[in-house]
């Protein structure tokens, strides 16, 4: 990792961190500004994914695949981030159990990066990385199925739609 790649990274981090303290401090009042960081970490975790995994399956032919796994980890943590302050840290219902979830797919990708790190010092944890990929990509799609079903309910039961 560049010097640079790691002060940005560093400064998303610090950014994101004192924005999530502040915004629980003061408690998220308004339903509008709650559903944006909801829509914002969506959508940062959906590109997270899909970014990542088109360039490795070549559909995406722009960039260097290891340039798309740092962007894969730095918005791996910043979704999240999101995500847990959308949620104002409540893990009561459906959508605590994704907030829990969400939790543990993050938890996997910081696992899967020691993992991936060892694999390119140590070539015979390939089978580890291997074994974490059946973990992880599993616990992410029923993330998003979970994602999709809150969504849905929401604009169905929550009258956001008129």
């Not at 981030?81 to 959508?95: D, E, K, M, P, S």
């Not at 696992?111 to 074994?131: H, M, Q």
Request: glycine content about 8%; hydrophobic content about 50%.
């Amino acid at each position: 990792m560049t010097a640079r790649f790691k002060q940005t990274f560093a400064w998303i981090t610090s950014s994101l961190l004192i924005f999530t303290v502040w915004t629980i401090r003061y408690q998220i009042e308004t339903i509008v500004f709650a559903l944006a960081l909801g829509i914002i970490g969506t959508l940062l975790m959906f590109a997270t994914e899909f970014g990542y995994s088109y360039r490795k399956s070549g559909l995406i032919k722009i960039g260097r695949v290891e340039t798309w796994l740092r962007v894969h980890v730095a918005l791996g943590i910043a979704g999240p981030v999101v995500i847990l302050v959308h949620t104002r840290l409540n893990f009561y219902g459906f959508a605590g159990a994704l907030a829990a979830l969400t939790l543990t797919v993050f938890c996997s990708g910081i696992v899967g990066r020691y993992i991936y790190k060892r694999v390119s010092r140590d070539a015979r944890s390939k089978p580890l990385l291997a074994k974490w990929r059946k973990l992880h990509i599993p616990l992410t799609m029923t993330l998003f199925l979970g994602i999709m079903i809150h969504v849905s309910s929401v604009l169905y039961f929550g009258r956001v739609l008129p």
